[in-house]
Nanobody
Framework: VQLVESGGGSVEAGGSPKLSCAASGSSISDYQMAWFRQAPGKGREGVAYLDNNGGTDYTYSVAGRFTISKDNTQNILYLQMNSLKPGDTAMYYC??????????WGPGTQVAVSS
């Protein structure tokens, strides 16, 4: 599967952008999907997870503000981000893990939050 993220950009604190991750080459309906982010000078961290049964999980810092979802018909993964903070500034990546545990990553989309 190939992944391409979009929807990033410069946002003011408190904003609510929605990231998209378009998948091609394979249906993501059976994949475990996730959003990761990497802030400048820091390691990559998992932000939101969506398993193939619809279960979700979030890292503590975004729980209650971010929502992960997917549209199996359109083959797109989403990340709705609300109440953004400057600390959310990072490159955001989507990932897909196949039933055979093969991982695919997109090139990322930058989100910059200004106070």
């Amino acid at each position: 599967v190939q992944l391409v993220e979009s929807g990033g950009g410069s946002v003011e604190a408190g904003g609510s952008p929605k990231l998209s991750c378009a998948a091609s080459g394979s249906s993501i309906s059976d994949y475990q999907m996730a959003w990761f982010r990497q802030a400048p000078g820091k390691g990559r961290e998992g932000v939101a997870y969506l398993d193939n049964n619809g279960g979700t999980d979030y890292t503590y810092s975004v729980a209650g503000r971010f929502t992960i979802s997917k549209d199996n018909t359109q083959n797109i993964l989403y990340l709705q981000m609300n109440s953004l903070k400057p600390g959310d500034t990072a490159m955001y990546y989507c990932s897909a893990t196949s039933p055979a545990n093969y991982d695919a990553w997109g090139p990322g989309t930058q989100v910059a939050v200004s106070s």
